[in-house]
């Protein structure tokens, strides 16, 4: 694995990114969009209903599931948009490696998280007066926790239009608002119905969130929750990784790759 073949792979996204405005869009339109919305929304509440634990309750709940979005989508679009630009036989007719290929996309991803986020907390401070960082050092448990998720989800994404093609490219964009519901983001995991709830506990998003609702709420969390996070991260990075793998294997041995040509 050579470090200069994957810096090259980050700078190439990175010098072609400003100047594009449909990535540009990606990184601030619908993040920013996400705090106005909540915000205010918030704000209404909290007027209703008095006090500012609403305020943190769902814009905590909004940043945090903007990490994970944010990180699945750009991943996802690291790959689509050497496929769209047709320039994966470029890439992997050279000695670039699909490791390096991959790290140099997930790094991509997560430089323009910080950016996204680094927006996000800026815009609740200035305009709710909230602030992320109230939540001590589990912010970033937290952060890394809901990053492996995201990359997890990516990777799963990749293999599958690798695989299949352009007729499942729609998974990029959708399959995380398929999760979401069980992942108690805006509710506790217990006002979902009994099946819905097994598969909640199935999914590190769940524990971050709910843990994040007992601070806001009690002040600290069961450090269960990051222990159970962080395993079922790594279970399912380690399986999306196999499946990332043997979809690159089975595409080159079927020659798929020229579907993106």
């Known amino acids: ?11 190439r996204h990175l010098i072609t990114w400003p100047r ?14 996400e705090v106005l919305l909540w915000g205010f929304f918030t704000l209404y509440l909290g007027q209703t209903i008095g006090g500012s634990v609403v305020v943190s309750y769902l814009l905590g709940a ?9 990180n699945q989508f750009q991943s996802s679009m690291t790959f689509m948009r050497e ?3 047709r320039n994966l ?6 000695p ?4 390096e290929f991959l790290i140099g996309g997930l790094s991509v991803s997560l430089i323009k998280l910080i950016i996204g986020v680094i927006v996000m907390s800026l815009l609740s401070v200035f305009l709710y007066h909230f602030n992320i960082f109230k939540f001590g050092w589990y912010f970033i448990p937290f952060l890394i926790s809901l990053t492996l998720m995201g990359w997890s989800v990516s990777l799963f994404v990749t293999g599958l239009i690798l695989r299949f093609g352009w007729k499942v490219q729609s998974f990029a964009w959708t399959i995380l608002s398929i999760v979401q519901p069980f992942s108690a983001v805006y509710y506790p995991l217990n006002v979902l119905p009994d099946w819905a709830q097994k598969i909640g506990l199935m999914l590190p998003s769940t524990y971050i969130f709910e843990g ?3 601070i806001v709420f ?4 069961n450090t269960n929750y990051l222990l159970i996070s962080f395993f079922l991260n790594v279970l399912y990075l380690i399986l999306a990784l196999l499946f990332y793998r043997k979809m690159f294997k089975v595409a080159f041995e079927k020659g798929l790759l020229i579907r993106f040509v």
Do not use: C, Y
């Open 1 to 11: 694995m050579k470090m200069h073949r994957i810096k090259a792979i980050i700078l």
């Open 20 to 33: 594009n405005l449909e990535q540009i869009t990606d990184i601030f339109w619908w993040p920013v969009l």
């Open 62 to 70: 909004v940043i945090f599931w903007a990490v994970i979005n944010i």
């Open 83 to 85: 496929a769209w630009d």
């Open 89 to 94: 036989l470029n890439f992997f007719s050279s």
């Open 96 to 99: 670039l490696t699909i490791w």
């Open 212 to 214: 994040m609702r007992e």
């Open 218 to 221: 009690k002040g600290g969390m």
